[in-house]
């Protein structure tokens, strides 16, 4: 130890304060990387946040508006003969949405295996759907008004698509809304050790410079002494 404090004193005192100075710097250094990194993370996980969980659930909201709006439009074809161009329009337009979106949701590139196979059963019941109104529409065209009353009942094949598809829907929503508290509680995790980090340095730091302050001037009042 008294080997060591030797070879101290005998170091030249700008190369006292150069060293210490230099190892303060060093530690802001690494500081600002922890924090840079820190804030690179939170950054990325907010952006996949929206990209890839909170766009996907807009998506998958406007698909369930749609499909209430192709339910409309189709009762209202089967009861007001006047309007039923305009409501057949409308209902075609409203399952093109429906595709429209459902295919921009699974071009999301973080699609889970979970989601793939909820689609998988939104599809065949979307499927579904789309040929039981186009039967609908057929039966009216062919002047069956009771066939498709009957087709529009509470058990019938069409209702059934619909509730499968609309179902599939708010699970995904599910699927994503728990997808999206994950990334929030990722980001907060990255948020607390980065700030553990940055204030567990910058107080080793100002110890740091105190201590080395006290030493500095110690080491320079010995040598005047000398």
């Given amino acids: 130890q008294e080997r060591k404090m030797n070879l101290l004193n005998d170091l030249k005192i700008g190369v006292r304060l150069i060293g ?6 060093l530690l802001s250094v ?3 990387i922890i924090s840079y990194s820190g804030a690179h993370t939170i950054n990325t996980n907010t952006e996949n946040l929206y990209s ?26 089967v ?26 949701y699974q071009n999301n590139p973080s699609i889970t295996d979970e989601e793939k196979a909820e689609i998988a059963k939104f599809t065949k019941a979307f499927q579904d759907y789309e040929t039981e109104v186009n039967d609908i529409f057929y039966l009216v065209r062919s002047g069956d008004q009771q066939g498709a009353l009957n ?16 179902n599939s829907i708010d699970r995904l929503i599910e699927i994503n ?6 990334n ?6 990255v948020f607390t050790r980065t700030a553990t980090a940055i204030i567990s340095i910058g107080v080793f730091n100002t110890l740091l410079a105190i201590g080395l302050g006290i030493f500095i001037t110690l080491t320079i009042t010995m040598a005047i002494r000398v």
């Fill in 30 to 32: 690494v500081m600002l």
């Fill in 151 to 166: 087709a529009l009942s509470t058990d019938s094949a069409v209702v059934t698509a619909r509730k499968d598809a609309t």
């Fill in 79 to 104: 009861f007001i003969s006047e309007s039923r161009t305009e409501s057949e329009n409308a209902t075609t337009q409203s399952l093109a949405d429906i595709s429209k979106y459902m295919q921009a």
């Fill in 184 to 189: 929030v509680s990722a980001a907060q995790n």
């Fill in 20 to 25: 210490g100075f230099v190892l303060i710097a």
């Fill in 177 to 182: 809304n728990s997808l999206a508290e994950d």
């Fill in 52 to 77: 890839n969980r909170l766009q996907p659930i807009q998506q998958l909201a406007i698909v369930n508006a749609k499909f209430q709006e192709s339910r409309a439009d189709t009762f209202r074809y």
